[in-house]
């Protein structure tokens, strides 16, 4: 990792040190840093080795393709999330035939709509060694490069899913879809990068849960991941390791529960505690929310009133509780001052908490998933036993039926702002481990390969939300969020090449016949959606085509994610400016002060069943004649550094005399 | 004591008979012009041209309002913290409650964690018989939570005449309770049908500001509520009312200090949840400002929790939610502590003990604020202030109405006059008054307790240890109807289904059972292993009747179908 960042610092110093200098022209043609090619539409031929900036990175990253990089089809280590790349050096690029290597890895993509969270406009967009190399119109590129034809479609950014849980196991079981069958379900959906959630066990070291995750999925990605690192247990020896995932090995956010008590259950304490570390660490502080003490006991509540079945499972998840917990966790990050991302948001209410803790100025993003934007809860009720356990996630997918439409609203107005699948399958076998008890069901639902499509139904084709914000949604605010733009997140030139062409035309049914997925129900089953990926390209490979995916085992790569991120963080650093507390200046108080006597009060620990709350620290009276505080002027015994008693001056009940020290 | 007193001929103590004449009696449905007649303690008749016996005193109003005496929902008179008692006790708190207007105080009961409710109950009745001048009833806190804190409370309720128990969620590792254990007191406290009452601030949090704002440097009463935003109260009102939903159990907040606070409970009532909100003299009078004060001990007496928000605006706004029904009742939180005592904390505000003053004040504030400026008529003023509180509490028509059979708690009030509080001239002995320097419009003329003139003329003639202890009984109708309502309706049904009888996975207890890890943490959850269910337990047959049905346990059972494979579910519908 050190020595991508070693690279992106040349860099930034070779990019700064050209600024100005050799523009040729005004370079805002088309509106920003990451719009088309300058000079794109005109059909010229510049001598490529002469822009600076870019070429060196380019023979940065060539040579280390070359060193590192063996048969693997995968394509070298993009810019990462460097300058833009719409730079100095906007100009169009024909390559010297010395870089006419590898023929597989170009690729043009002609005749569609481009799609940005930003702007739509037509062009051909040419990619090279899974990077965007080139848009506009007109491209000149190398003989023998392959075309995709996207006539009528659009061409927007790959999808980002958020969340998804494809190693994390539960009670022992291992999720029914590992990272190869997940991101290969992701993949034909349209989703070109997902984050997965590292669960380590608590009391384990995150570093090594993290390196367990990184080897499992560098195994079997099909396509790029990042992780997001759970908090399983707070204490304060976690501080290295938190700096450690944040500075090198490229985490920006983690996810607290707030539920699953004696389990993962973060108190109020530790929250506030974490969050204020986080917050200067430059993370993004995630929260699974609910109320994990009532969900407790709703839980023993309806086993002992003989409910077992999934319906349980909804019953002792109300909405409230969820609400509950959402709430307290944006009141404690206002404390701390730290960015907050609610995961999961399934309910009507916990949407609108969110949506007015920002009309409040709070930093706080909310994620809809999937089942909530899909399909509602009312399958909990099912007759068959493991259709409903299919549907057991926390928090449940809400029964009331206008939840989805009520969260597409929310979504496209941006009161939420990003999309994830919440991605965790388990398999109908597994499931059944609960059969006899709704509380010892795995939870976890489908939705990988369904997300844009879903969206794109029920927001996009109802008129909710157009293309850009379908785009925003689905992929920018995510990586914006999780500090990956424009690598991911943008069609522009020097972003990765993980491209989309949608289809907005076609309808698909979903099955759980036709799925990519190993399990045996789908949620969200007979479902028709309008919408669908037709072509995936993912690191400049097309993956899917003509229905067919063509992915390969281990191919996806790690986007590691810097801390601070701009779109989160700027905020943040200037309220930690603004938000320091001063003290009233005033005197010493020379009045009386009543005798304390240290009794009756330093309570026993009580010989009770206390729940979980931290040890007692005792916070018996401090002594205050500890402080260099002298009653009345200089005393005969002010060397003695402790008296455990003082009388009092003031006679009691009268009117003692106050001066007023102003 | 106990029970609603009738028209008994009870034999004659002529001092006890009283008749004012030409009085506009207000309660909180109506107001009508009448006499009254009362004795014994009790009111023997309403109307005109009442045929009284001779030689009684009267009274002549000449047409002035006649109202239940005030009730005060929420004192803390002589209340132990740390070592020192709050500064007025049971004498002069309710000598300075008379003076204001009301004629009965509720106080809170606070036994120290691992001290039985019982024995606290009982040293707090002996306080208040010795020494209260006006009748009293008392709520009990709960500071701990255990299984024999559960059977002392059903005798609290079913002897000794408590309908009311408040739980903390704030004073973290003194008395605060975990989201469990109040569920577990929220449920205890419906069966027994009394009233769950929360101090509503996120100790955790507060405790973690409290040590920043101490490692800053500040140490002033600022400090105090720099480390309390309202955010933090309105959090946990969010949560209690949570909870409370869950448990079906019906919620009193207390000290209702802020705009937001009051927000939720608003919001709650709007969706139906049984929740009543409490704001107190100082939140409706004055605001936060204080604690910025140069002066220390000034900044110091308007120390208490919530403290007062520094938002000017939130005693208008308190007002207007307490005129519209939003909010329903009003305490003053009564716990003053002196300016010597309050010096234990001068170098660190997060010892200086809490609470204010507010008992003498609080009818004249409310009437001032709400009824002067037009926001409520007097009957709701007489709502307010005590018939909605006797209502709760289960002591209406006992007390807060003016009919035939209630106790004679009566206030003549005066609209006209105006005054202005200071502490020179208040009937509490601390040095500081937090209203020092309002004017009030509308105070009481003529006081009476008990049937008796305590106030006249400006002249008090409280008597010590006259307080009568008022029983509450369970289940008040105001309350508990709509709860008795909702536990029919909420009966949790499941779904009949056959067996599943699919492939089962296999779980194995897998290495997964941690060892507390080895490192320096703050906390939770004493790990408590969430054992594996052995599902096997059931009497569940995998597929028909086996060879092994006899043999109760099996640690491990194969998985059926083949992994990977589409495993062949049977539908059971």
């Known amino acids: 990792m050190s020595d991508r960042r070693m690279s992106q610092e040349e860099d930034c110093a070779s990019l700064l040190s050209k600024l100005g200098s050799d523009s040729p022209r005004p370079r805002m043609k088309y509106g920003g840093m990451f719009c088309n090619v300058e000079g794109a539409f005109e059909n010229k031929t510049l001598n490529f080795e002469s822009f600076s900036p870019q070429s060196q990175r380019r023979g940065n990253t060539r040579n280390r393709t070359e060193v590192t990089g063996g048969p693997g089809p995968g394509p070298g280590p993009g810019p990462g999330p460097g300058p833009g790349p719409g730079g100095p050096s906007g100009q169009t690029m024909v390559f010297p035939s010395s870089f006419n290597k590898k023929q597989g890895d170009r690729l043009i993509i002609k005749g569609g709509k481009i799609v940005n969270d930003d702007q739509s406009f037509y062009a051909d967009v040419y990619i090279e060694d899974g990077i965007i190399k080139q848009i506009g119109e007109n491209l000149v590129v190398p003989a023998g490069v392959r075309t995709v034809d996207a006539y009528g479609q659009l061409v927007i950014p790959g999808g980002v899913d958020s969340n998804t849980s494809l190693q994390a196991p539960q009670r022992g079981l291992s999720p029914a879809d590992d990272f190869y069958q997940g991101t290969r379900a992701a993949l034909a959906g349209g989703t070109t990068t997902i984050i997965d959630h590292v669960l380590p066990e608590p009391g384990t070291s995150l570093l090594v849960a993290f390196e367990q995750w990184r080897d499992a999925a560098d195994q079997r990605a099909c396509c790029d991941y990042s992780l997001h690192v759970d908090i399983t247990r707070w204490h304060e020896g976690l501080y290295e390791e938190l700096e450690s995932l944040v500075k090198d090995k490229g985490v920006n956010s983690f996810l607290f529960f707030m539920s699953y008590k004696d389990k993962y259950q973060s108190s109020d304490s530790q929250l506030y505690e974490a969050f204020s570390v986080l917050r200067d660490l430059g993370a993004l502080a995630q929260v699974h929310a609910e109320n994990g003490d009532i969900i407790d006991e709703e839980q023993k509540k309806l086993l002992f009133l003989g409910i077992t079945g999934p319906e349980g499972h909804v019953l002792s998840h109300p909405e409230e509780v969820e609400t509950e917990a959402v709430y307290r966790a944006i009141t404690i990050a206002k404390q701390a001052n730290c960015p907050l991302y609610v995961t999961k948001v399934m309910s009507k209410p916990a949407a609108d908490v969110i949506a007015k803790a920002r009309k409040k100025g709070m930093v706080v993003y909310g994620e809809p998933i999937t089942a909530s934007l899909a399909t509602d809860g009312s399958h909990y009720w099912s007759k068959d036993w493991a259709q409903a356990a299919a549907y057991v996630m926390s928090p449940p997918i809400n029964p009331d039926p206008s939840t989805p439409q009520y969260l597409t609203s929310l979504l496209a107005c941006g009161d939420l702002q990003v999309t994830g699948s919440a991605q965790a399958s388990f398999s109908t076998a597994q499931k059944a481990v609960g059969k006899d008890d709704f509380t010892q069901i795995p939870e976890g639902t489908n939705g990988i390969e369904e997300r844009l499509s879903v969206v794109w139904d029920r927001a996009v084709s109802t008129g909710k939300m157009d293309e850009n914000e379908f785009v925003a949604v689905t992929s920018t605010n995510a990586a914006k969020l999780f500090n990956i733009y424009p690598r991911k997140g943008r069609i522009a030139v020097g972003s990765d090449a993980d491209i989309v062409i949608w289809n907005p035309k076609e309808t698909k049914t979903v099955s759980a016949k036709t799925h990519n997925l190993t399990v045996e129900v789908n949620i969200l089953e007979g479902m028709e959606f309008r919408g669908v990926a037709s072509v995936v390209v993912s690191g400049g490979r097309v993956v899917l085509e003509d229905g067919k995916l063509n992915v390969t085992e281990g191919s996806g790569r790690f986007i590691p994610r810097k801390a601070f991120s701009d779109t989160v963080y700027k905020r943040i650093r200037a309220r930690s400016k603004m938000a320091e507390a001063h003290g009233v200046p005033r005197g010493n108080y020379d009045g009386p002060v009543h005798d304390v006597i240290s009794m009756t009060k330093s309570v026993p620990p009580t010989p009770t069943t206390r729940g979980p709350t931290c040890p007692k620290t005792i916070t018996g009276p401090r002594n205050l004649h500890q402080s260099g505080f002298t009653l009345a002027g200089a005393q005969i015994d002010d060397h003695i550094p402790r008296r455990s008693a003082q009388k009092i001056v003031a006679p009691p009940g009268g009117r003692s005399n106050i001066t007023s020290l102003s | ?573």
């Open chain 2, 1 to 573: 004591m106990s029970g609603y007193q009738g028209k008994k001929n009870i034999p004659r103590i002529t001092s006890d008979r009283l008749l004012i004449k030409g009085a506009k009696i207000v309660n909180d449905d109506q107001s009508f012009c009448a006499d009254i007649y009362m004795e014994d303690g009790v009111i023997k008749q309403i109307g005109e041209n009442l045929i009284v016996p001779g030689g009684v005193k009267t009274i002549d109003a000449h047409g002035r309002m006649l109202m239940p005496g005030g009730i005060d929902v929420h004192t803390r008179f002589q209340m132990p913290d740390r070592g020192m008692t709050s500064a007025d006790d049971f004498y002069q708190g309710t000598k300075a409650a008379l003076a204001g207007g009301t004629t009965m105080i509720m106080d809170h009961v606070v036994p120290e964690p691992g001290v039985s409710l019982i024995s606290a109950f009982e040293q707090w009745r002996e306080w208040a018989d010795s020494k209260s001048c006006c009748d009293y009833s008392l709520h009990v806190d709960i500071t701990e939570w255990h299984r024999g804190i559960q059977e002392e409370m059903e005798m609290l309720v079913k002897d000794h005449g408590v309908n009311s128990f408040l739980v903390y969620l704030v004073y973290k590792d003194i008395f605060q309770l975990t989201d469990s254990q109040v569920y577990e007191v929220f449920s205890v406290i419906r069966d027994l049908g009394a009233i769950a009452q929360v101090h509503a601030e996120n100790g955790d949090i507060v405790a973690e500001e409290q040590r920043r704002i101490l490692e800053q440097g500040i140490t002033g009463p600022e400090g105090h509520v720099l480390s309390r935003p309202e955010e933090v109260e309105a959090e946990a009102v969010n949560r209690s009312v949570t909870v409370a939903n869950q448990t079906n159990c019906p919620l009193y907040v207390t000290k209702v200090m802020s705009k937001s606070a009051a927000d939720v409970i608003a919001q709650a009532r709007k969706k139906g949840t049984v929740v009543y909100g409490e704001p107190i003299t100082a939140s409706l009078g004055t605001d936060g400002s204080h604690y910025w004060s140069k002066n220390w001990a000034k900044a110091a007496a308007y120390v208490t929790s919530p403290p007062l928000s520094p938002d000017p605006t939130t005693p208008d706004y308190l007002n207007s939610l307490l005129s519209c029904g939003d909010l329903q009742v009003t305490g003053s939180a009564h716990c003053p502590f002196n300016t010597a005592q309050r010096a234990v904390g001068k170098d660190d505000f997060s010892l200086i003990p809490e609470g204010v003053n507010g008992t003498e004040e609080r009818m004249s504030i409310i009437w001032d604020k709400c009824v002067v400026t037009g926001k409520m008529d007097e009957n709701q003023f007489v709502a307010v202030t005590s018939t909605n509180a006797a209502k709760i509490y289960n002591m209406y028509p006992r007390k807060g109405r003016i009919a035939v059979g209630s106790d004679a708690d009566l206030v003549l009030w005066d609209p006209e006059v105006t005054k202005i509080i200071s502490a020179k001239s208040h009937n509490s002995t601390v040095e500081y008054n937090i209203f020092e320097g309002t004017e009030v419009r509308g105070g009481p003329l003529v006081v009476i307790s008990q049937g008796k003139i305590v106030l006249e003329e400006g002249n008090l003639h409280a008597t010590e240890g006259s307080g009568r202890y008022i029983a509450r009984k369970p289940f008040p109708d105001y309350v508990y109807k709509r709860i008795k309502a909702r536990s029919r309706l909420a009966e949790l049904r499941g779904v009949p289904r056959g067996l599943y009888d699919g492939p089962v996975c296999e779980v194995s207890v897998t290495p997964k059972t941690m060892t507390p890890a080895s490192s320096a943490k703050t906390s939770p959850a004493k790990q408590v292993n969430q054992p594996v269910r052995n599902l096997h337990q059931s009497g569940f047959s995998l597929s028909g009747a086996q060879i092994d049905d006899n043999i109760p346990r099996r640690n491990t059972q194969r998985i059926v179908a083949p992994p990977g494979g589409r495993a062949n579910i049977t539908s059971l519908g």
